[in-house]
C-alpha cells in the first residue's frame, strides 16, 4: 500500500471505489473508503498528534463553546487542532495523498483543491457537534466542497461516531437555529427536512468517509468511559471553484502547490426546501451573518 511518505500520483493509484459504492454516493451524498490507510500509518499518524498535542498550543486551537464548569470539559485538555498543514508536513503530506485525490477524482470527476485539516481528539465524555452543513463555513462558489473524514480510533455510537441525512446533499444551505451546547461544542444547528433520517456512520481505523459539503452530518456526545475518538480531516472544494471563504486561503493543488483563487463574501440568504415539482415547503429566515471561523467536523 502506498505510503504517507511515497512519491506516488493520484493516477499511479488505482480504483478506489466500485460502481455501487459511486452509485451510493450520487444517491446520499456520502461513501466510505474502507481500510483506505493502513494500521501501521494510522498508528503513526495517531502518535504523532498525540505528541503535537500534548507539547503545546497552536493557532486555531478551540475547545468549542464554553460550558458551566469550563474544568470539567475534557475538551479543554484535547482542543481541536486546525490548519496543521500549514506549520506540520506530515500533515501536509496526508492532505494531499494521492488515495485521497484519486478517490475525489472518481467522486468529483477531477483533480479537488485542498484548503483545511483538522484534527478533532473527542476524549471520552467529550460533547459531539450538532448537525449542520461544511458549506456554511466554506461558501464555495460555485459548487461545494467536500469532506475526507479518517478515524484514527474505531467510531461508534458509544464514542460519539459521525451521523449524516442521507439524500440532503442537494440542499441550499440553510438557515442555522441555536444548539444545545451542553451536547454540541458549536453553538448552531440546521433542521432536519421532513421524512429525513439520521444514520450512523461506524468506522474502523483507517476507513475514510468521503462526504458531500451540503450533506447534513454531525456527531453526539462520547458517553465512553475511557475511549477516544480521534479523526483527522480534509476538506476540499472541486477545481471548477473559483471562491471560497478567505478563511481556507492559501488553497493547495493535489501537487502541494499554490493555485490562486478568489474570496467569497460572507452572509446572504438562506435557502428553502421544496417539493417535487419546486414549490417552497419551509422557507427559513435569513441569517445575520456567517461565523467568522470554521468549527466543523
Known amino acids: 500500500m502506498t505510503t504517507l511518505t511515497d512519491k506516488a500520483s493520484a493516477s499511479d493509484v488505482g480504483a478506489v ?23 501501521q500509518e494510522v498508528v503513526g499518524l495517531r ?11 497552536y493557532p486555531g486551537d478551540s475547545a468549542g463553546v464554553p460550558i ?13 487542532m486546525i490548519h496543521m498543514h500549514r506549520w506540520d508536513e506530515t500533515s501536509r503530506r496526508w492532505l494531499v495523498d494521492p488515495r485521497l485525490g484519486a478517490a ?11 484548503v483545511q485539516t483538522m484534527l478533532y481528539f473527542k476524549p471520552a465524555g467529550a460533547r459531539g457537534q ?7 463555513y466554506l461558501n464555495v462558489q460555485p459548487g461545494t466542497c467536500m469532506a475526507a473524514w479518517m478515524a484514527l480510533d474505531p467510531c461508534d455510537a458509544e464514542n460519539g461516531c459521525m451521523q449524516v441525512v442521507p439524500g440532503t446533499q442537494n440542499l441550499p444551505v440553510l438557515c442555522t437555529e441555536r444548539a444545545n451546547t451542553l451536547d454540541s ?16 456512520v461506524e468506522m474502523e481505523p483507517g476507513d475514510v468517509f468521503f462526504f458531500n459539503g451540503s450533506l447534513i ?29 478567505k478563511y481556507y486561503h492559501p488553497v493547495l493543488r493535489m501537487d502541494g502547490t499554490e493555485v490562486d483563487l478568489g474570496i467569497s463574501e460572507r452572509g ?22 456567517r461565523p467568522a471561523g470554521p468549527t466543523t467536523e
Open 47 to 57: 502518535d504523532h498528534y498525540m505528541r503535537l498535542r500534548e507539547s503545546g498550543t
Open 68 to 80: 458551566g464548569n469550563p474544568d470539567a470539559d475534557p475538551l479543554k485538555r484535547y482542543p481541536r
Open 185 to 200: 461544542f458549536t453553538d448552531t444547528t440546521v433542521p432536519i427536512p421532513p421524512g429525513k433520517q439520521i444514520v450512523r
Open 17 to 39: 471505489f466500485d460502481d455501487a459504492q459511486l452509485q451510493q454516493y450520487e444517491r446520499d451524498g456520502y461513501v466510505v473508503a474502507r481500510g483506505l490507510f493502513s494500521n
Open 268 to 289: 446572504g440568504p438562506c435557502g428553502m426546501w421544496v417539493d417535487e415539482d419546486g414549490q417552497p415547503v419551509l422557507e427559513m429566515v435569513e441569517r445575520a451573518g
Open 130 to 136: 450538532a448537525m449542520h452543513q461544511d458549506q456554511f
Open 217 to 245: 452530518h454531525g456527531s453526539r456526545s462520547n458517553v465512553s468511559k475511557d475511549r477516544f475518538r480521534r479523526s483527522l480531516i480534509g476538506h476540499y472544494i472541486a477545481a471548477e471553484a473559483e471562491k471560497v471563504a
Open 104 to 114: 475525489m477524482r472518481q467522486l468529483l470527476g477531477e483533480a479537488p483543491y485542498a
